[in-house]
């Protein structure tokens, strides 16, 4: 098998862990705060990474030199701004509209690659594109089209989404994927603990009524083990033999995962105009996997 091809069924499967995560998170946040409850999971999840590199790749942690320490905090930083525009934007719009222009930061990656990778618009990449974000439309969008500074706001998170994805495409192939990821998660953990000190009651974090709740506790298990350290090692380990603009068709196939995992675990039903927009967006990601050619595959050696 292609490593290209390989990389983009792991990528599929990170994207299977946030999107069955969904149902989890949604319930954990009820009781603990947003911000704190992403802080605990990325510091968390940082943690038990730690202690695996120093298990078992404790070479690894010469790597860590500044230039990775700055890059991964760059990163770390957009992977922050995405959640936080969404925490916000959400005050003031709804979860459906927040869904589809989430989702449309598979329309940006291309542009942000063409602009920062010099990476060229492939024609069936953007079609694929073109597809799926109509089928995020079908899935996410009720009748209330207008916009207002919730949309912008969450506008800014596709945007910070966006970058992420390029900037991995950019770093990931100059760094071991371990330590950069780590320090991504850290940093990413040390921006949300801001953001719950500045605008939350983040002492909540410390109480057993919250923290042994039993949706907080396996989310919080559950999101730091396996959909932030294994996750973002997977993405930065395998990205660099793909190219941003398919990493972000994958990762739009986030919300049917979450629809999937909500239909079976929460009994959420989903209307035909919806299951239609689901297999839009697999079809697009499909049609650009399968509609001949890599799009701008990079043959970086990997960092040891």
């Known amino acids: 098998m292609k490593k ?94 927040a869904g589809f222009i989430t989702g449309l930061s598979v329309v940006l990656v291309p542009f942000l690659s063409l602009w920062l990778l010099k990476h060229p618009l492939k024609k069936k990449a953007l079609l694929g594109v073109a597809i799926a974000t109509v ?82 506790l396996s989310a919080l298990l559950i999101c730091s083990v396996i959909a932030t350290a294994f996750a973002f090692v997977a993405q930065n380990q395998f990205q660099k033999f793909t190219s941003p603009t398919r990493t972000a068709l994958i990762f739009a196939t986030e919300p049917v995962f979450a629809a999937a995992t909500g239909f079976l675990v929460a009994g959420d039903r989903l209307t035909a105009a919806q299951v239609f927009g689901c297999l839009l967006i697999l079809g697009g990601m499909l049609f650009a996997e399968l509609g001949g050619g890599q799009d701008s595959e990079p043959h970086a050696e990997a960092a040891t």
């Not at 990474?49 to 078992?56: I, K």
């Not at 957009?78 to 709804?94: D, E, I, K, N, V």
Request: aromatic residues 18%; glycine residues 10%.
């Open 135 to 216: 089928g995020l439309g079908l899935l996410s969008l009720n009748r209330d089209l207008s916009i207002n500074v919730g949309d912008l706001l969450v506008f800014c998170c596709a945007l910070s989404y966006g970058m992420h994805i390029t900037l991995v495409g950019r770093y990931t192939v100059r760094f071991h994927a371990m330590p950069f990821a780590l320090i991504q998660i850290l940093a990413t953990g040390v921006f949300n603990a801001i953001g719950a000190f500045l605008f939350e009651d983040y002492t909540t974090a410390w109480s057993p009524q919250v923290l042994l709740d039993a949706w907080v």
């Open 4 to 97: 290209s091809y390989l990389a983009d069924l792991i990528l599929l499967g990170v994207t299977f862990t946030w999107g069955a995560t969904f149902v989890l998170v949604k319930e954990a946040i009820d009781t603990m705060p947003p911000f704190t409850f992403l802080a605990v999971r990325f510091l968390l999840g940082g943690l038990v990474l730690a202690l695996f590199m120093a298990a078992f790749f404790r070479h690894t942690f010469k790597g860590m030199s500044k230039e990775i320490w700055l890059a991964g905090t760059w990163l770390g930083f957009w992977l922050f701004a995405g959640y936080a525009f969404q925490t916000f934007g959400l005050m003031f719009t709804t979860a459906s509209k």
